[in-house]
């Protein structure tokens, strides 16, 4: 049964209203994943088909989509309001994702309503400690032994995890190679890591029947998308097949 559906999240960041503006308009690579950037005008073409029905930078973006092309979704809008604070040096930021699920409603809106609070809060990242450096982005899925209830632990096993460590702790992660981070972000469906030059996104989308992901935001000057899908890939296949 077709039913509609609001997430509405607020927040201030340590960026300007222009600096948020960029990014959720030419830099959702940082955070998300890379789109087209919106045309800038009412009526423009946004990406995955939708339409820019309000536009005033660095304020207010609206982007609607009435044709999302999956089954389980017939309208999408995400909105944007952004309001200059402490004299323009921060920004605050009121964030609204609506539309109609058509099917599967409760488990659609719990995967939409975390997976906003874990992009949120990468944006929010981005910001502080990256922004406006340029970003190469990878992704990459797990095997279908990932779809599993307990596939994300076995992820924060692999990199060495421990089973206290929480969001802020400095870690030594074992992925694809040894490294260190901040465990920025960390919660039974998502876990963040911080380096100097990337954000490693770990996503338990196996709660919601998909499998075990990873996103890549590497800031690097060097950075090569190629060789971190490739090396994080290997890595998740490997944690699965050790599992299986």
Partial sequence: MSKEFEIVREFEVDATPQEVWEAITHGTGAYLWPMEAPEPKVGGAAAFGS???????????????????????????????IEARDGGRRAWVRYVHSG?????????????????????????????HFAPRPVTFAQLNGPEASITPGALTEVERA??????????????????????????????????????????RVFGRNHWGAPVGISVHDFAADADAEVNETAWQTWLDEVYGQAR
């Fill in 51 to 81: 339409t820019v029905t309000a536009y005033d930078p660095p304020h207010h973006l609206v982007i609607r989509s009435d044709d999302v092309g999956i089954p389980i979704q017939s309208l999408n809008q995400l909105e944007h309001v």
């Fill in 159 to 200: 990199l060495g995890l421990a089973g206290d460590a929480v969001a802020g702790a400095r870690v030594t992660v074992r992925g694809p190679r040894e490294f260190d981070a901040v465990l920025d972000y960390r919660n039974p469906y998502f876990l963040g890591l911080r380096t100097d030059d990337a954000l490693i």
């Fill in 100 to 128: 109609i699920f058509t099917d599967d409603w409760d488990n659609q809106y719990d995967g939409a309503s975390r997976h906003t609070d874990f992009y949120l809060h990468t944006l929010r990242e981005y910001l502080t």
